[in-house]
C-alpha cells in the first residue's frame, strides 16, 4: 500500500506509517508522477485534484484535510469509484475563534453597543451553527440565510434552530459573516452570492468578515464597489485564485489574512486523524496505534497575561493585526505566494482558545460571558 501525502499535514507521519510506504511531497508540487505507483492520495486545499493529475494512475482513495472540497474534481472520481473523505467540521472551533478575535481586533467585543447588533451568518454548517450558537448564547439577535439546509428540515419537519431569512434580511444586518461553500452548479449556487448589489445595500460601518471561500464573494464587485464607497470593515481570509491574490482588495480590506482562520493545532490534528479513519474503513485495516487520539501532553496550553480589553487579551496569542499587516506587506513586494505558505507553517502551533487560563479578575461581567463561551478557563489572582 503507497500513500502519497502533502507534506504539510500535521503529524501526517505519525497518523499514516503504519498503513504501507509513506511519500511525503510539498502541496504544490504534486504531479502524476507521484501517483503513477500509489493506492491513496492525501491533500490539503493548496492541491487541485483534477482529472488530469488522476487519470491513468491506480489511487482509489482521496482524502483531503479541509471541509470544502471544490478543488477536488468529484465527478471524476464518483465515475472512477475513487472515495472521496473529507474533514468536515474538524476546524469549526478554530474558525469560531477567528471570527471572535477578528471582532475584537475591531473593538466590538469590547463595546457596550455590541448587545444591540444583529449577526447575520450565511451557511449554517458545521462552522457557522457553532458561530451561531456562541454569538446567541450572549444574547445577540441573530438571523441565519441557508437555503438547502432550511428546505431540508422543513421538508423534514425538523425543529429550526434560528431563524432563516433571505439574504436581503441579511444585508441589513451590522456583522455579516460567511460560512457557505463554493457551490459553482445547480439550484443553490455560492460563486459571486456577495456581488455589487448586495455590497450597495450595507450600510456604512457594516462587517462583512469572509472565511469560507474566496469565490463567494466577488472580487470584481468589491473593486468596484470601492470606487465609490469606502466604508465597510472588510475582514478577508479567504481569497479568488489564492495565492496569487489581488493586492487592490487585500488593501481595502481592513483585516486580511491568508486562509489561516482554520490553522490551530486542534484543528489540524482532528483533520488527518479523521482522513486516518476513513482511509482505513475504507481499505478494512485495523488502526494499530490508538494512542494517537490525542494532542501531546507536552503541547499545553500558555497561560493568558492579565488585560482590561479582550482585544488586549485575544491578540496576545494570535494577533490578526500583525498577520495582516504582514500579509498586506507581503503582496505589496509581491511576496503573497511564499507568505501564504510561510505564515501557515508558522500557525501551526497555534492552540484554540478552549482550555487555555485567564486571569479574568480586571474584565468586566460581560467579557467574562465572551470568553465562557469560548470555553476559556477562568482564574483569579
Known sequence: ?????????????????????LELVPGRQITKNHLINADALIVRSVTSVSRELLSNTPIRFVGTATSGTDHVDGEYLAEHNIKLADA??????????YCFTAMAELGLLDSCELKSMTIGIVGCGAVGS???????????????????????????????PFRFCTLEEISR????????????????????????EFLKSLSKGTVLLNTCRGGVVSEKDIGKFY???NDLNLVFDVWENEPNVASEIVKTAK?????IAGYSMESKFAAVNSLRKSFAANFDLPIVNRELIDIDASESHCEFKEGNSLKTILGQEFSLNQISNDFK???????????FDKARKQLISRREYRGALMDDSALGEFQKKILAQLEMSMSKS
Open 1 to 21: 500500500m503507497k500513500i502519497v501525502a502533502d507534506a504539510d499535514l500535521y503529524r501526517v507521519t505519525d497518523l499514516f506509517k503504519e498503513f504501507g510506504e
Open 255 to 259: 483585516i486580511a489574512t491568508p486562509h
Open 130 to 160: 457553532l458561530f451561531a450558537k456562541k454569538v446567541s448564547a450572549l444574547g445577540l439577535s441573530v438571523i441565519v440565510n441557508d437555503p438547502p439546509l432550511q428546505e431540508r428540515l422543513e421538508a423534514a419537519s425538523e425543529e429550526v
Open 173 to 196: 444586518c451590522d456583522l455579516i459573516s460567511l460560512h457557505a461553500p463554493l457551490v459553482k452548479k445547480g439550484t443553490n449556487t455560492t460563486y459571486g452570492l456577495i456581488g455589487l
Open 227 to 229: 470606487q465609490e464607497r
Open 88 to 97: 468536515k467540521g474538524s476546524n469549526a472551533n478554530a474558525v469560531v475563534d
Open 329 to 339: 506587506s507581503a503582496v505589496n513586494d509581491c511576496q503573497d505566494l511564499n507568505y
